[in-house]
């Protein structure tokens, strides 16, 4: 697998990274057996970049990581981590801590869920309102300086944010949501990640599986599965959305490949900043992404598939309304 530099002082990654979340949770239940062996088929396709956070099933995602890690050398992976995101007992979102102090302290328990001294990358999973950036950064910063963390990104913040940030300390990339259907950040962010040297690794590619294919009016109502609480999964909104996925197969086909593979090579192809990560949970599902890497898209498929997914085509929100709130990404840039 090609390699791609995240920004201009990021680290050198794979050209898709490896998404974990839906290995512990969210997505209905999950096989242990099955995600640690599609951890090593990543490895194994040249996938050098995970990506999880300390909130995923509350440490159960680290500590899947560390064991299905315990064989590689640890410079032969990157580990991307969220964290400050608050849950209660019941599994509820109750907040964000991005202070310097719970700060280092979410660091030393990811430290020692993963079995390792550093991480390459770490990042606040979301704007803390109560904690000015710069303060967060601080503290970041200084755990960068103890060699604890190698670099520091940041997750879903809009412009303003981002150059606050980064006068503070340099930042690696910026990870957000980018997809066919979810094209917020060409508004501004793109642009000012460009600006900056900001790299972009890019979540929801397959828009949590809505235009991967493989997604149905019957698909998660079998588990307790996330997707369906979310707008773009309800109701008038899937099948407005699921008709989407038909054009995207009619232009997938006549590119010889699946609507997935369009999809995720889309947005590899919009930038050599940009690292799409997969959200694959089995085997079957991370060979066909990985396909994604074979497939060109000429002028005349590019032009289809804007034609077919202008911006703002989706319909209902990426999230539901309570956590949109928390979404600084959606604010547009003043500056």
């Not at 996938?47 to 050398?73: C, Q, S, W």
């Not at 550093?118 to 910063?141: F, H």
């Not at 699921?242 to 997935?260: K, W, Y």
Request: net charge neutral; with cysteine; proline share 5%.
């Amino acid at each position: 697998m090609e390699q791609r530099k995240l920004g201009s002082t990021g680290p050198t990654v794979s050209t898709f990274g490896l998404g974990c979340m839906g290995m512990s949770e969210v997505y209905g239940a999950a096989d242990r057996g099955e995600a640690i062996a599609t951890v090593h088929a990543a490895l194994d396709g040249g996938i050098t970049l995970l990506d999880t956070g300390d909130f995923y099933a509350m440490g159960h995602n680290e500590m899947l990581l560390r064991d299905a890690l315990k064989d590689v050398p640890r410079d032969k992976v990157q580990l991307s981590v969220k964290y400050g995101a608050l849950r209660g007992p019941a599994g509820e979102f109750a907040g964000m801590d991005t202070r310097p102090a719970a700060t280092k302290n979410f660091l030393a328990y990811s430290l020692q869920r993963l079995g390792t001294d550093y991480v390459d990358i770490y990042r606040p999973a979301r704007l803390d309102p109560n904690v000015p950036i710069e303060e967060t950064i601080g503290g970041l910063a200084d755990l960068v300086k103890a060699g604890y963390v190698r670099h520091i990104g940041l997750s879903e913040v809009g412009s303003d944010t981002i150059r606050r940030a980064h006068a503070v300390h340099p930042i690696a990339d910026l990870q957000i949501e980018y997809s066919l259907i979810e094209r917020g950040i060409e508004r501004d962010i793109l642009k000012t990640c460009r600006e900056l040297g900001i790299g972009i690794t890019a979540y929801g590619v397959l828009a949590r599986g809505l235009i991967s294919g493989h997604w149905s009016k019957d698909s998660g109502k079998a588990g307790r599965d996330y997707r369906l609480m979310t707008p773009r999964f309800q109701g008038a909104n899937l099948d407005a959305n699921l008709a989407l996925v038909e054009q995207l197969r009619a232009i997938a086909d006549e590119i010889g490949a699946t609507p997935a593979q369009v999809a995720i090579a889309w947005v590899a192809a919009q930038d050599n900043a940009i690292v799409p990560l997969v959200g694959a949970r089995t085997r079957n599902r991370l060979s066909e992404a990985l396909g994604a890497t074979k497939v060109t898209l000429t002028p005349v498929h590019v032009a289809a598939l804007a034609k077919a997914f202008p911006p703002n085509i989706a319909a209902g929100t990426r999230y539901p309304a309570e956590h949109m709130a928390h979404l600084d990404s959606e604010k547009p840039a003043t500056a």
